[in-house]
């Protein structure tokens, strides 16, 4: 079993999707600065484009998105977004060369899919396109046979359903109804779409959930040939995000019970052939997911672990962030400011961060620590950190050998946290973040 220590669990700390962390940003970067480093983006570089809308919104959710009831809403958007689009591709260098597309939101085929093949080529005219690999997230629900030939025709390869759970009483629970026929759908409409890579979004902690029921998701997951699943604990913070008020926290398992699940679901996916990344991603072995977890390729940025090694990646639409070696920028969260800037003609950065020399070495040790579970780390860093990584030693989750601190095996639900003692920001910051498991 793995060791449960609730003591060195109970802060809770960033999934490190960046460092510094979202929460660090602030007036350090505006369109002046983004601009500069979009002109210094030379060969690979990534797309990410945030689609803000969903047909249902579920209640658990915590991501910027919001009902698509009102088509002029969602027109105005898609007339900002292609105006941001020529606006940022205009400032590449000739030598750049997108390679990668993602898609997420909210949800993509909350658009009319008409809408989305003009916001694709968009893309095509704007950017330098080299055969990119193309990925989006979709919502099960409101996935219509009329988006195979749009999957088809955008040569999309991979694709994430948000599933959360197959549990009807759940389903219920959270605000997510699904029926089972929905999935199969899905699942068949990708595939012959084209869709090589598909990704099942999962929950663990949802009000009322047993072992048995996440059990019971994992098989039908798998029996689906799920070829990457992310298994998520439920994080419920009713006060920051309004919408989960109508989720009965009095249900919720406790915090020992989320760790149980947690390392039920590790060892339930292993045993069904699945690859760990990190832990809790998972890839079939033949997946390029799962090539990369094997290989030490496997890399982290806003879409979680990834086998994208890019050094640039593109963030387009309302709060979409953008990547920099040097520089970490978001756009503006709120629609209607970000249409406004836009009708402007100006890039809608609201918020930042400058990455020093010292941000960029712990930004790869953490990398390291969460991709590979082991990094190099110098001595004054190592000794700099040890007041807070000392009780995790203690314990036997990490050790230090040779140049190297190790996470030991039975300790990955511990990674975040011993990540998060190279992160200096973390011990000011009143910013709260999701439980550790």
Known sequence: MWPYH????????PRYTSFPTAAEFGPGADAGTYADAISTATGDVSLYVHIPF???????????TAAANKAHRLATYLD?????????????PASARVRRIAFGGGSPNALNPVDFIR????LVLHFPLEDPVVSIELDPRTLGAEWSPVLRAIGATRASMGVQTFSPPLQEAIGRVQPLC???????????AGVTSMNFDLMYGLPGQTRDHLASTLDLASAFGADRIALFGYAHVPHLIARQKRIDGSALPGPEERFRMAEMGFRQLLESGYVPVGFDHFALPGDPLGQAALGGGLHRNFQGFTDDGAPVLLGLG??????FPTLLAQNEK???RYRMLLSQDRLPIALGKARSADDRRRG???EELLCRGRAKVCRPMLDEAWDRLAPYAETGLCAVEGEFLVIADHALAYARSIAAAFDPYRQHSPRRFSSAV
């Open 6 to 13: 609730p003591d060195l669990l109970a802060t809770p700390v």
């Open 54 to 64: 969903c047909e249902k919104i579920c209640w658990y959710c915590g991501c910027n």
């Open 80 to 92: 900002a977004l292609h105006r941001e689009i020529a606006l940022v591709a205009a400032q590449l």
């Open 119 to 122: 916001l694709f080529d968009e």
């Open 182 to 192: 929905m999935i199969e759908h899905g699942v068949e409409l990708l595939r012959k």
């Open 318 to 323: 309302a709060s979409a962030i953008g990547s």
């Open 334 to 336: 709120n629609a209607g």
């Open 364 to 366: 790869a040790v953490i």
